[in-house]
């Protein structure tokens, strides 16, 4: 089993910026894939980024030329950058990771982007 710990969510004003971490730890050997997904109160979760072990990256429309996720492999951290956000952002973000037969989540981090 592993486990994710997300952090850096807060209060931020449209227009702002937050970066958002999740560390990985325990069983995390063969992990092929890690994203960010976002649910907002009376809404499903949704996809927001996701990136495979070499690098290949994959966003969501709504995310498209203001987030970018990455990751650091020797630190077993992935970071989503958000940029230019809008009230629309507002949700908890949750970090995933894949291994073949598992998935794993986070316990999720607030967003709040508001004047």
Do not use: H
């Amino acid at each position: 089993q592993a486990q994710l710990v997300e952090s850096g969510g807060g209060l931020v004003q449209p227009g702002g910026s937050l970066r958002l971490s999740c560390l990985a730890s325990g069983s995390i050997f063969r992990i092929y894939s890690m994203g960010w997904y976002r649910q907002a109160p009376g809404k499903q979760r949704e996809l927001v980024a996701t990136i495979t072990s070499g690098g290949m990256t994959n966003y969501a429309d709504f995310v498209k030329g203001r987030f970018t996720i990455s990751r650091d492999s020797a630190k077993n951290t992935v970071y989503l950058q958000m940029n230019s956000l809008k009230p629309e952002d507002t949700a908890v973000y949750y970090c995933n990771a894949a291994k073949t037969g598992y998935i794993y989540w986070g316990q999720g981090t607030q967003v709040t982007v508001s004047s």
